[in-house]
């Protein structure tokens, strides 16, 4: 609103002069004419006027200004003049206080007026008023800054068609619950002048007259449209976790040491197989987990909780009754900002892998029994003569030793000899038959600590004729002390046999050169215990050496290619790693190396 009362419209430049030219014909009028009347209330009009273009002061100066005017026109026309007069002078000046003090008062109120519509404006809020047919009928800066729009232009236009305004739901409901309980609250789209859309929590409060007939409403709008933003943000990267740890079978955990507090995505939830609107505690899920493995975990967690960094274990949970799942986990320990120590960790359910990985190893297993069993069978040779040699000489001592008895004075000492021989022979046989037996038996695997040394000399007694039949020579350089593996004796015993195996066919079509097959055995940089086997045979080209621990194949006729996939599944089995070289046409070296156990090492006691 504009300043002072506007009783008057006129342009407040030519007011005062108005005022004036009023106030000095009245004068005149009142002190020259000598009508019967109170032409002295005509003031008033002039303390009206004044309302329009002066402050509170300059309206007490005009008021007494005609007050003094009428004084003296009373003192000038009429002297000390009759009681009707003096009445008329009375009444005159009283109409000119009562009116300057209804002005006066009119003013104060609008005073209070404009500083609330000026407190309206401080505000950062949106805030507005329309009438109840939505014609804006007060726009405050806020609404200004907000929507681009001056109060000038907002004025008058109705509220929605400017705003674009998009509602949650119908008008009609709306403007029901507005009239019904007087105010009404939700999330609207607007569009400002730019045509930007804006979200904003918008409340509206209905205004009443004084006889409880709607009049207004007043809207205050706050842009929420960046925290909607974050909002969505927020709720999409979590539904993209909750999505990727669903696929992934992965649940995360928090743990507060200090405060005991826990926290598991839904996804562990599922893993637990626990209800997602049961409190999770840690009492929960070490209720889940397999009991066998509760002290395993809650040592690891005890360790994170007094200052280990990180662990990495695997172990069963029980989500059901029924159900079992194996879990790999991964956890980690920081402080939060409180100082308290706290541990995140992620659970993923392997137990498809678990049990892929199981049956892989069952198969695994299997393939290379039947390899072990066909290699026996191309051995057979061998060990017929491994077999017949003992027995040979078995029949030959016997026979010298019935002679020996046979004899007229019977040589005792002679025959005893023999059969002491035939003893030994019986035993050695029984040991290849025994160690065939070991071979050929479909066993699980089992870890033992293992002496290399030990386990090549088993092995190459089995290749003895293989060896001599095919007129390879066998260089044996083992060292003498190393530490022990552990390892399973029958698959590292196939391993060096198929090793061998390959190195005497591929040296058995050389002519030109010595048919040569070394077998060596040492610890290596690293303290790994290396076992090497190197031929002289026909060597492997490039393009093969690449391929050649793939299952199946083989460049040989009669060969499955199953020896050295087999001899790498074994070795990475025991935690260790082969790999072959070669020069083609010389030769080829196969290498595998071992971990070595660890043992404390001899005390020699001084002196
Ligand atoms: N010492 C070697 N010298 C040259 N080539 C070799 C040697 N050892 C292996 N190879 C090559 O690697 C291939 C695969 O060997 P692998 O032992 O896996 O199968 P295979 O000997 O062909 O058949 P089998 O399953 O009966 O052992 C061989 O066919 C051969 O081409
Ligand atoms: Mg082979």
């Excluded at 504009?2 to 006129?10: A, C, E, L, P, Q």
């Excluded at 005890?302 to 172990?315: I, M, T």
């Excluded at 993923?348 to 049956?359: G, H, V």
Aim: charged share 20%; aromatic share 6%.
């Amino acid at each position: 609103m504009d300043r002072g009362t506007s009783f008057f419209k006129s342009s407040p430049a030519t007011l005062p002069v108005l005022a004036a030219v009023l106030a000095l014909a009245i004068f005149l009028l009142d002190t020259l004419t000598l009508l019967d009347s109170a032409v002295a209330i005509l003031y008033v009009l002039v303390v009206l006027l004044a309302a329009n273009f002066t402050s509170r002061n300059g309206i007490l100066w005009i008021a007494a200004g005609c007050a003094a005017l009428t004084l003296l026109s009373y003192v000038v026309s009429h002297g000390l003049g009759t009681v009707a007069a003096f009445l008329r002078c009375m009444m005159s000046l009283s109409a000119i206080g009562l009116s300057t003090f209804l002005v006066l008062k009119i003013q104060d109120s609008e005073t209070v007026l404009r500083e609330q519509a000026e407190l309206l404006n401080q505000t950062h809020d949106t805030i507005f008023v329309r009438d109840m047919n939505d014609c804006i009928t007060y726009w405050n800066r806020g609404a200004e800054e907000m929507y681009g729009w001056f109060k000038e232009e907002a004025n008058g236009t109705i509220s929605h068609d400017l705003l674009k305004t998009i509602f949650p739901d119908s008008v009609k409901n709306i403007y029901a619950t507005l009239l019904q309980t007087g105010r009404w609250e939700g999330e609207l789209v607007h569009a400002t002048r730019n045509g930007t859309q804006v979200v904003v929590a918008s409340r509206w409060a209905l205004q009443k007259d004084p006889h409880g007939r709607p009049i207004s409403i007043l809207e205050t709008n706050n842009d929420i449209s960046e925290r909607k933003r974050a909002e969505d943000a927020l709720r999409r990267s979590e539904a993209y976790l909750a999505g990727a740890q669903r696929l992934s079978h992965t649940g995360s955990i928090y743990w507060n040491v200090r405060s005991g507090e826990v926290f598991w995505s839904e996804e562990s939830y599922r893993l637990v197989g626990v209800d997602p609107a049961t409190p999770a505690t840690m009492a929960l899920l070490f209720e889940r987990i397999h009991p066998d493995e509760r002290t395993l975990v809650r040592g690891a967690l005890d360790e994170l909780a007094q200052g280990r960094d990180s662990v990495d274990l695997e172990f069963r949970l029980l989500p059901s009754e029924r159900s079992v799942k194996v879990v790999h986990f991964v956890g980690q320990a920081f402080v939060e900002d409180d100082g308290s120590r706290a541990v995140i960790g992620a659970g993923m359910d392997i137990t498809e892998t678990k049990l892929a990985s199981d049956a892989l190893h069952a198969l695994q297993a299997e393939l290379a029994h039947v390899s072990r069993v066909a290699t026996l069978g191309e051995l057979s040779a061998s060990i017929a003569h491994e077999v017949n040699q003992p027995l040979g000489a078995i029949v030959t001592n016997a026979e010298a030793a019935l002679r020996w008895l046979d004899r007229a004075v019977p040589e005792v000492e002679e025959a005893r000899g023999a059969i002491g021989d035939i003893v030994a022979d019986a035993r050695r046989a029984t040991q290849v038959v025994l160690r065939m037996r070991a071979f050929a038996r479909k066993a699980d695997p089992e870890k033992a600590a293992l002496d290399i040394g030990t386990l090549v000399q088993e092995v190459v007694q089995l290749v003895q004729r293989e060896l001599s039949h095919h007129r390879v020579v066998l260089q044996m350089d083992l060292a003498p002390t190393l530490p022990r593996v552990l390892g399973d004796r029958i698959q590292l015993q196939q391993v060096i046999l198929n090793l061998l195996v390959n190195g005497i066919q591929a040296t058995s079509s050389v002519a030109d050169r010595a048919r040569l097959l070394q077998l060596g055995s040492r610890l290596d940089d690293e303290g790994h215990v290396l076992v090497v086997v190197t031929d002289s045979g026909t060597g492997i080209s490039a393009d093969v050496i690449e391929r050649l621990f793939q299952p199946f194949f083989t460049t040989k006729r009669d060969g499955m290619g199953m020896g050295l996939s087999i001899c790498r599944s074994i070795i990475d089995a025991h935690d260790g790693r082969i790999w072959a070289s070669s020069k083609p046409g010389e030769g080829a070296t196969f290498s595998f190396m071992l971990p070595a156990i660890a043992e404390p090492a001899a005390t020699s006691s001084p002196g």
